[in-house]
């Protein structure tokens, strides 16, 4: 009966590779591993073929999902490869960490502390702001130490220079466990945490003896191999420790991991920088050191050609030989990841740092989403997510991707809708991007899947079992929350984005109630735009528009009563506020083209317009807005202005009056004769006095014309120009016109 | 090759360098190298050999130099990138001095470099008097390199127009240059390689075919990244030129170098070093080279015209000369930078009169 440590790095192709050869030779019939033994169960899933790492454990709190710990594993972490081992040799294989269902129980702070000693595990409450806060601390970064002192710059270099680069047989663990030892007795006291998690460790070993297994391996982390030696501890005390631990209902499972949350830049405190790299390592590991070196070239060659950059293999040639030479300038056995950087900067990049950017995001990070069978125990809401993503043909990639997706295509619709009920779902798989073609159909997305999408999910899970269920349910409880308009606006326009009937028609009843209660004749004024769009683009998304409608009438009738009350008296400011709400407006109504709204908002403009004491901004629109739709003709919008700029009126109120009528265009000025005439002949009768003071006002709407129509406009008062009208030639012989009808209806589409 | 020489070769100026380490030096050296890889790293690195301190003569990243070593060592032409005044010229000349001892094989890059200035030309009396032979030709420095297995130089390589560079296609990669009229050819000797200079700054100038970039291993020299790294090479360089020209003035304050840089830097980077304001760039590179001799003009003003004691006013003129390249834009910049940084900053009320003064 023995028992065997091997202290790992949790991440690492180097110490992989040695672990199995050492595994090899000692055919254990029984493996431990550093992990929760909450978890047991799911090990034997690591051995299906269609688990594929990377990989995470996930384990949360049943009552509470967002409590939650992972555990990666890559294909070359030890911890992975030493369960296959035991999976594929029929060796008995445990967890032995302290369970998960204590642990979780701890106070956030508590937390904090046990991910520094715990690196294999990530928790929910991840934060990379305290990854670094303790480099002093042994515990957190054992190897960090010993590799100052060994005079590297980091950790990460000094292990890959000892045991990555190592391609020789010669048994490790001995020396790391002596360095560990000789580290621990440098290191403070453990803390109560600690000390409870290598007392189960221990008391886990002992009941494997108890068992009756005759070779039983241990792998852990490097740190805590010392603390494992069974000679030293004290079985009584470590059972004492363990007695009566409070516990939690903890569900578990394995879901698809990334690298990039594996690297280090993610934030998680024992992640590499480097896993494309090292997955490059373990993947070629019985392969010569200079078959690594080329392979990883010619990739790097490959993937430059892919972007359209010159590296020919001729430069694979001399990379891998200035590779070598550097190495051995810098007399270590292989080149690492910096040589090969280096070797690249020199090789293929020019004076560009493009290429060298392209290496470090596809190659050395290499971004890889793992799978997991379907057997995996998991909730009903994630299977079915799957199930429709396999309908859809739409699978989770975890690079970031473009996509655009044409509405009038079925399968399209349904993935967008797919997309807009995961956001609801706080899973925000896609993000919408502005889109290219200016057609209404389009709509352009850009999806990314992030592993912690999963823990999301399984929060998502306590509001139904399948993405349609689950989504309306949310719905429902949102908007029974809240009475806020523009929340319930927003949230409506989500809704029938997702397509989720039953809910539309909750959330429009809300929102019929909150407007009726709202007197902010502002937020109703905001409502509007957004449900117009959709009610007049909702065709393409074959939404039933009718319930919408029935909304959007109903807002738009109790604006055009609210408006000329709320209008009443406004001051500059408010004035200033309502201008953009009420032109959105004006064209929200335009574009619902129904008559009766169209004729009711009619009425409101010359309401307005004729309202006495109302600001001149909002005034002066409304008339403008009235010849344009054609309710005023030019004669009318002159005899408003002569009205409204005679002697009599206060020239503020003119001037406020004219930047209404005025803003943003001044074609209308340069085309329009009679208007201009008015205009011409109110400054010439303005008294020097009442001219200086209108003056800025008047420049404030003139400098917000383009250059090119302020330069025609004082062209235009330059020389006047007589007043000429253009007419049509009158003389058409129709018979020769009509021959041309038939052709035009046919161009313009129009049935004859 | 006279004591007298204004300015000493590499290999003249530290032939006691180059001696010892070569006398110490036990490592393999490729045919043809004076020196190991080692050896020429420790040269240009600095360090100490027996009782001998070596003087660095690169200050910053020595992996870059590892680089540039180990290219020439497998090899590979060299190209040393980088905007003007990185030290370019400086470290090919070092490595050229320490591999083939000798850094006079030099082309200069110009708009005007020909053929005949890359390959042979014709001594016209002999070609006409007695027809082509090998000795009516005149040979440019690189066959010189080519036949003795050295190291050739050539600066600026991207001056040179586009067909002159495509003439080195054929010695970078099959080694030989072929000469038709005779009907022969050159062959290099172990040991031949090149070091080629180009500044990728201006752009465009000649930019090199895909063909002659793919012979190059690229070497980017970058500005010194940090304020005491760059006051540190031109407190060195300032020291042994101000001996090579014989200067009478006292070394230069630390203070006085540390203000110059400073104003390099913060005018370079378009910002204070404090990162709170923000300035505009002038047009120039304000380069670690430019620093350098600016406290040189201004420590010979001192030495003649003032107390031999190196003040603001002895760097005011040269420093804004270095800084104004374009007599409008730029000084626009400068004056914006007096008068917004120098002027509030304490202990620079002297920089800011004396730059008044001279704007």
Redesign the interface.
């Known amino acids: 009966m023995s028992v065997h440590l091997f202290g790992v790095r949790h991440h690492g192709p180097g110490g992989a590779r040695s672990l199995l050869r050492a595994l090899r030779v000692l055919e254990p019939d029984c493996v431990l591993v550093e992990g929760p033994p909450d978890a047991n169960d799911l090990l034997p899933l690591l051995g299906h073929v269609d688990m594929k790492p990377p990989i995470a454990l996930l384990l949360h709190a049943k009552d509470d999902p967002s409590k939650a710990v992972y555990y990666p594993f890559a294909a070359f972490s030890p911890e992975f490869q030493a369960i296959r081992f035991a999976l594929e040799n029929n060796a008995s294989v445990r967890f032995m960490d302290l369970p998960q269902a204590h642990q979780l129980l701890a106070d956030p702070t508590e937390l904090v502390g046990a991910r520094h000693a715990s690196p294999n595990a990530e928790t929910e409450s991840d934060a990379s702001s305290d990854a670094n806060a303790e480099s002093d601390d042994v515990a957190a970064d054992p190897l960090g130490w010993l590799a100052r002192a060994a005079g590297f710059s980091d950790g990460e270099r000094y292990w890959e220079y000892l045991v990555e680069q190592r391609r020789s047989d010669e048994d490790v663990f001995a020396a790391i466990l002596e360095a560990m030892t000789a580290l621990r007795l440098e290191s403070k006291m453990l803390e109560p945490r600690e000390a409870l998690r290598e007392a189960f460790m221990r008391q886990t070993i002992r009941q494997a003896q108890k068992d009756g297994f005759q070779r039983i391996a241990v792998v852990c982390g490097a740190w805590h191999s010392p603390a494992l030696n069974l000679e030293v501890a004290d079985a009584k005390a470590d059972a004492k420790l363990l007695e009566n631990l409070p516990k939690v209902a903890v569900s578990s499972t394995w879901i698809p991991w990334t690298f990039g949350r594996l690297a280090r830049s993610s934030g998680y405190g024992a992640g590499v920088t480097s896993p494309g790299w090292y997955a490059h390592l373990w993947d070629l590991q019985d392969s010569s050191s200079r078959n690594v070196v080329s392979h990883w070239l010619t990739k790097v060659a490959h993937l430059l050609r892919a972007e359209d950059l010159?590296a020919?293999s001729?430069?694979i040639i001399?990379a891998v030989?200035?590779a070598e030479?550097?190495a051995a300038?810098?007399g270590s056995p292989m080149p690492g990841l910096?040589e090969m950087n280096?070797?690249s900067?020199?090789?293929f990049?020019?004076?560009s740092d493009l290429p060298l950017a392209l290496i470090s995001d596809k190659l050395i990070l290499a971004e890889t989403l793992g799978a997991v069978p379907a057997e995996t125990p998991t909730v009903p809401l994630v299977r079915d997510l799957e199930a429709e993503q396999k309908r859809l043909r739409f699978k989770p990639d975890a690079t970031a991707k473009n996509v655009e997706f044409d509405l009038r295509q079925p399968n399209d619709l349904e993935r967008s809708v797919l997309l807009h009920r995961l956001r609801l779902l706080g899973v925000p798989w896609g993000e919408s991007v502005g889109s290219s073609g200016k057609g209404t159909f389009k709509e352009a997305w850009r999806v990314q899947w992030h592993p912690e999408f999963a823990v999301r999910l399984i929060e998502a899970a306590m509001f139904g079992s399948s993405v349609l269920e689950a989504a309306t349910q949310k719905v429902l409880e949102i908007s029974s929350l809240t009475s806020h308009l523009p929340t319930l606006t927003g949230l409506l326009d989500d809704v029938l984005l997702s397509n989720l009937p039953n809910a539309a028609q909750l959330v429009m009843a809300r929102l019929e109630a909150a407007a009726a209660q709202d007197a902010d004749i502002n937020h109703l004024m905001q409502a509007i735009p957004p449900l117009a769009r959709v009610q007049r683009y909702g065709s393409v998304r074959q939404l039933d528009t009718k319930m919408l409608e029935h909304v959007v009438s109903g807002l738009v009738l109790r604006v055009c009563i609210g408006l000329p009350n709320a209008t009443a008296s406004l001051s500059d400011e408010a004035a200033l506020d309502l201008y953009p709400h009420f032109l959105e407006l004006h064209s929200a109504i335009q574009t619902l083209e129904q008559p009766s709204l169209l004729e009711a908002w009619r009425d409101v403009l010359q309401v307005l317009a004729k309202q006495l004491g109302l600001h001149g901004l909002i005034a002066g629109r409304a008339s403008r807005l009235l010849l344009e739709q054609g309710v005023f003709t030019a004669e009318d919008t002159a005899n408003r202005l002569s009205y409204v700029a005679s002697i009599a009126s206060d020239p503020n109120e003119v001037a406020a009056w004219l930047d209404g009528f005025l803003r943003g265009s001044g074609l209308v000025l340069v085309h329009d004769d009679a208007l201009f005439g008015v205009l011409d002949s109110w400054v010439q009768y303005l008294t020097p006095e009442a001219f200086i003071a209108v003056l800025p006002l008047l420049r404030r709407t003139f400098s917000s014309f383009e250059p090119a129509e302020r330069r025609d406009i004082g062209q235009k008062v330059k020389t006047p120009k007589p007043i000429s009208v253009t007419r049509a030639n009158q003389n058409v012989d129709n018979a020769r016109a009509e021959q041309v009808v038939p052709l035009i209806s046919q161009m313009l589409g129009i049935p004859s | 090759m006279s004591e007298n020489a204004l300015r000493q070769h590499a290999e003249q100026q530290f032939a006691e360098e180059l001696e010892a380490l070569a006398k110490l030096d036990d490592k393999p050296r490729p045919p043809n190298w004076k020196l190991s890889p080692w050896a020429v790293i420790q040269y240009l690195m600095g360090g100490k050999v027996s009782k001998l301190e070596i003087k660095p003569k690169y200050i910053g990243n020595q992996r870059l130099m590892e680089i540039a070593v180990a290219t020439l060592a497998t090899d590979r032409a060299l190209l040393l990138l980088g905007v003007p005044g990185t030290a370019k010229s400086w470290v090919s000349e070092h490595l050229a001095a320490a591999i083939s001892g000798d850094s006079t094989l030099l082309v200069q890059g110009t708009a005007g470099t020909s053929e005949e200035a890359i390959r042979y030309g014709w001594n016209y009396a002999e070609l006409l008097s007695k027809g082509p032979s090998v000795k009516a030709i005149v040979e440019s420095p690189i066959i010189r390199a080519m036949k003795t297995g050295a190291i050739a130089r050539l600066e600026e390589l991207t001056r040179i127009p586009s067909d002159v560079q495509d003439a080195l296609i054929t010695v970078l990669s099959e080694k030989t240059l072929p000469i038709p009229e005779l009907n022969s050819e050159v062959q290099a000797q172990k040991g031949f390689n090149m070091i080629a200079t180009a500044n990728n700054k201006d752009r465009g100038v000649n930019e090199l075919s895909s063909a002659l970039k793919r012979r190059f291993n690229t070497v980017i020299l970058p500005v010194p990244d940090d304020l005491n790294e760059e006051i540190r090479i031109v407190q060195t360089r300032v020291a042994d030129l101000g001996r090579a020209l014989e200067l009478p003035a006292e070394p230069p304050a630390l203070e006085e170098i540390r203000r110059v840089v400073q104003v390099f830097r913060e005018l370079r980077d378009g910002k204070t070093l404090d990162g709170k304001t923000k300035l505009k760039s002038p047009s120039g590179t304000l380069s670690t080279a430019e620093a350098i001799g600016v406290i040189n003009q201004g420590l010979a003003l001192a030495a003649h015209f003032g107390d031999g004691i190196l003040r603001a006013n002895d760097v005011a003129s040269s420093l804004i000369g270095a800084i104004i390249k374009d007599p409008i834009q730029d000084r626009v910049v400068m004056l914006e930078y007096l008068e917004t940084v120098v002027k509030e900053r304490d202990g620079w009320k002297d920089v800011y009169r004396a730059c008044r003064d001279v704007v």
Request: proline share 5%.
């Open positions: 010159p020919s001729a430069s001399e030989r200035l030479t550097l300038l810098r910096d280096e070797v900067r020199a090789l990049a020019w004076d």
